[in-house]
């Protein structure tokens, strides 16, 4: 008995030994130069979550309980030691590093060539070693600042109450001036601090962003500002990729692949930058005007990677309202030798609207810390929903601990101070009201908004003046809860018409919500079949004027909605709905069972409808809807199914919809400019009047849309299984800037050249065209309506020039197919005005 009682004291006594608490301090330093080493990693061998980083004086301090383990100390550009500790409770280690040896590569140099050409020949060899995209795992905390000023120009807007209000407080801080000495008044400041995560292969990324700080002038209370403004995406640019995606403008990258196309060199200098030499190279753009940098870059010489680089657009690159463009960026080696970013620095100053606008600026700072390499998370990780933010005791003394050696004016001047001055004045608080009215569409009071302003007031004639109300919950109701309302009443119809809808998120993490509404109100054909949310401007829009042209119909609708984001890249929303459609316009239709002319139509359906769409910034509004910024190299797909049940909850037939959408906006195509293109296919199954099938969207205006068909008439086309394409691509200055006769030209007229494809094969079965009637229910005839044949898909083909003026965009279109209709139209001329960079 007393020796299994002995080995068990001995054992108590051996666990709490193993469990005791030991601290281990120290400093690292620099093999050759004793200076310290700052951020470097030290962390323990088998228990990698345990670690820490040295201070600004090399200094650290790593507490735990003991387990049998060694130290590893790590430092970028250095040789890794390990180190074994013992049991005792205090230990100290003081190490020097040093730095590893590299050879460097062989230069040949072609005689009388360029000697900044063999150094690119390296460069681009050693690009995929050097980019940060061949790694397997790694991860950061990101640091990310935005700061957005407008100067007072004394012309136009400035004159106004509020911008003379806010210049005179500005004006009292000496250090808000622009390059000229104008005054800067602040708009926005919006810090954030986020842990970012990426895979390799395949390819996938997260961000967690864990606090924010943001103030801005009536920007708080606009839909979803606080997402845009956060976060370390916002500010990643890869120099390593042939072409960037800035301010969605393609600028190709001083280190491409092809750079003897788009770029010259001057080797300046041999310079040590950090620890690294470097060789300093001056950018040289060979054609101005297109989108390309001028700047410097250093190149370290032990493998030919962009160690710093600080580049400029040109003056003359065309592309609208961008006055300057800067960006700085410095990097460093990591241990598996591919290169991280460490410091990114984005500077815009928007300009050249018009004397009557300020100049606005915007600059943007990134910091990069504590990378992690090599800790594999499971995929289903970064498939996740990112966690959200937590703001809670984040003062200005946590925020300084990210802006200390930092020289711009947010840690020189106060500005979220300066901000909150300025907010406090009468016509700045007037103008933030008329700001988020028209940015939102709603006027915000505790527990409800009021709106959509679009929808209070109309003139049809149906309805004749119609009058409408509406309002919403809001966030200081409930976060999770809206209920929204709409009514309406036409003087013409003397008919009330309302919408209500009730919405409850069940999930945040997966913002898994539920949904029900009902409908009576009036609506076109168009929008009978659409699937996505409409802009209320645009809806309200077409109850203006002749809506009895519009094929309308009085809608009575019913919806049951279950949403969730399986994950960030994948939605499925199911929808249970009934409709019952009464046409005001001449209509009817061969019942398919009696073959009596009947109006009215009843459905009962089942939709599922799952998105899938890789990167970009899934922004949710006020009101629980959602919006995609940006996005990645992959489109959007969008696969809807439908089906219709007859004899369950009124609906009259039996039938099944599959429709797949594919689109992508602003896609790069084989480097020469860009392209918009949305392609969809769909197929029913079963039976049904054609006001339930797809009706091909025509466009009668002499405005340019692109997802329309613009050499087709209004619902000339009705299709029960079909396959269609809108394509434009846009070059650019790429052809008008080297064609002889625009060259020297395009140099003040900026053109730009647009090339368009709109085509749709598909057709019409025998025995949905039987239901087609030629005459309504009190035999007065009724427009024909037609669909494409198995033979010949509709087609047309459209050229155009895009930025006249800045604004304005004129196209030519040529219908191809179909010409012998008396209606067809062979040519036209569309005319379209935006605001692009």
């Not at 001083?254 to 950018?283: E, F, H, M, Q």
């Not at 650019?732 to 020297?744: A, D, G, H, T, V």
């Amino acid at each position: 008995m007393k020796k299994p009682l002995l080995l068990f004291i001995i054992a108590c006594f051996a666990e709490i030994a193993v469990a005791q608490k030991i601290t281990i301090t120290g400093k690292l330093a620099d093999a050759k130069t004793q200076e310290p080493l700052i951020g470097a990693v030290v962390r323990l061998s088998k228990n990698k979550q345990i670690g820490t980083i040295t201070d600004e004086n090399g200094n650290f301090k790593l507490s735990f309980n003991y387990v049998k383990d060694s130290l590893i100390f790590e430092y970028t550009g250095y040789k890794t030691k390990r180190v074994a500790f013992s049991t005792q409770p205090q230990q100290v280690f003081s190490l020097l590093l040093e730095e590893e040896t590299q050879e460097i590569e062989e230069i040949t140099v072609v005689p009388g060539e360029n000697p900044a050409y063999a150094i690119m020949r390296k460069v681009i060899k050693n690009k995929s070693k050097n980019d940060k995209r061949r790694a397997k795992f790694y991860e950061c905390d990101i640091y990310n600042r935005i700061e957005g000023y407008v100067n007072d120009n004394e012309k136009g807007l400035s004159n106004l109450r509020v911008m003379k209000d806010m210049s005179r407080a500005a004006a009292t801080i000496p250090k808000l001036r622009d390059s000229k000495g104008k005054i800067l008044i602040p708009i926005l400041a919006s810090e954030s601090f986020s842990r970012y995560y990426y895979m390799g292969k395949p390819e996938k990324e997260r961000e967690d962003v864990k606090v924010t700080n943001l103030s801005g002038i009536g920007l708080e209370n606009a839909e979803g500002i606080g997402q845009i403004f956060t976060g370390g995406k916002l500010n990643d640019y890869n120099f390593y990729r042939n072409q960037m995606n800035i301010l969605d403008k393609y600028f190709t990258s001083p280190i491409a692949d092809g750079w003897r196309l788009k770029y010259d060199y001057d080797l300046l200098d041999s310079v040590l930058v950090d620890k690294d030499t470097c060789y300093l190279l001056n950018i040289v753009p060979r054609n101005r005007q297109d989108l390309v940098f001028e700047g410097k870059m250093w190149i370290s010489k032990s493998d030919y990677a962009l160690k710093k680089i600080e580049v400029q657009m040109t003056k003359e690159a065309n592309i609208n309202f961008i006055k300057g463009l800067k960006i700085k960026q410095t990097s460093s080696r990591s241990a598996e030798g591919f290169w991280l970013p460490e410091k990114v620095d984005f500077e815009v100053e928007v300009s050249e609207f018009s004397d009557i606008i300020p100049n606005i600026y915007v600059r943007t700072h990134t910091q990069y810390h504590n990378y992690l390499l090599n800790e594999p998370h499971e995929k289903t990780f970064y498939d996740e929903p990112p966690i959200p933010p937590n703001n809670e005791n984040k003062d200005t003394t946590y925020w300084n601990n990210f802006r200390k050696n930092d020289s711009t004016l947010i840690s020189d001047v106060n500005v979220y101070k300066v901000i909150d001055s300025l907010k406090t004045i009468p016509s700045v608080q007037r103008y933030t009201t008329i700001l988020t009215v028209l940015s939102t569409g709603y006027y915000e009071m505790k527990g409800i908004d009021l709106g959509h302003w679009a929808r209070y007031y109309a003139w049809n004639d149906i309805e004749g003046h119609r009058f409408n109300f509406g309002f919403r919950t809001n966030r200081f109701l409930s976060r999770n809860f809206t209920f929204k309302t709409r009514i309406g009443y036409g003087l013409r119809d003397q008919k009330g018409k309302y919408f209500v809808e009730i919405n409850q998120i069940l999930s945040r993490k997966f913002f898994t919500q539920v949904t029900f509404n009902r409908t009576e109100d009036i609506e076109p054909l168009i929008f009978l079949n659409q699937f996505q949310n409409l802009p209320d401007i645009f809806i309200a829009s077409n109850r203006f004027f002749t809506l009895s042209q519009r094929k309308p119909f009085f809608k009575k609708e019913t919806n049951f909605i279950i949403e969730s984001a399986v994950n960030p890249s994948l939605t499925e929303k199911l929808t249970f709905r009934t409709r019952q459609l009464t046409p005001l316009h001449g209509f009817a239709y061969n019942h398919p069972e009696t073959n009596s002319l009947q109006t009215d139509i009843n459905t009962a359906e089942f939709i599922l409808q799952t998105t899938y769409r890789k990167g970009g910034n899934r922004i949710r509004l006020l009101d629980n809807s959602e919006i995609i910024i940006g996005g990645g190299s992959t489109p959007k797909f969008t696969l809807t199914t439908t089906i219709g049940l007859k004899g369950f909850a009124g609906g009259d037939f039996n039938y099944q919809q599959v429709q797949l959408d594919i689109s992508k906006y602003n896609a790069r195509i084989f480097g020469i400019g860009h392209a918009n293109y949305f392609v969809s296919a769909g197929y029913y199954f079963g039976q049904v009047p054609f006001p339930l099938l797809r009706a091909h969207l025509g466009n009668n205006t002499p405005f340019l849309i692109e997802r329309a068909f613009n050499q087709m008439n209004g619902f000339e086309f009705v299709s029960d299984h079909y396959i269609a394409l809108h394509y434009a691509h846009y070059f650019e200055n790429l052809i008008f800037s080297r064609l002889p006769l625009f060259k020297k030209a395009n140099k003040f007229l900026d053109w730009r050249l647009v090339l368009s494809l709109n085509a749709v094969y598909g057709g019409l079965r025998t025995e949905n065209r039987r239901l087609i009637s030629n005459s309504d229910i009190f035999g007065n005839p009724l427009p024909p309506i037609q669909s494409l044949s198995y033979e010949m898909p509709y087609i047309e083909i459209g050229y155009g020039i895009d930025n006249i003026l800045k604004f304005f965009r004129i196209d030519f279109f040529h219908r191809l197919t179909y010409l012998n209709l008396d209606t067809a139209k062979p040519f036209g001329i569309k005319f379209s005005a935006e605001i692009k960079l």
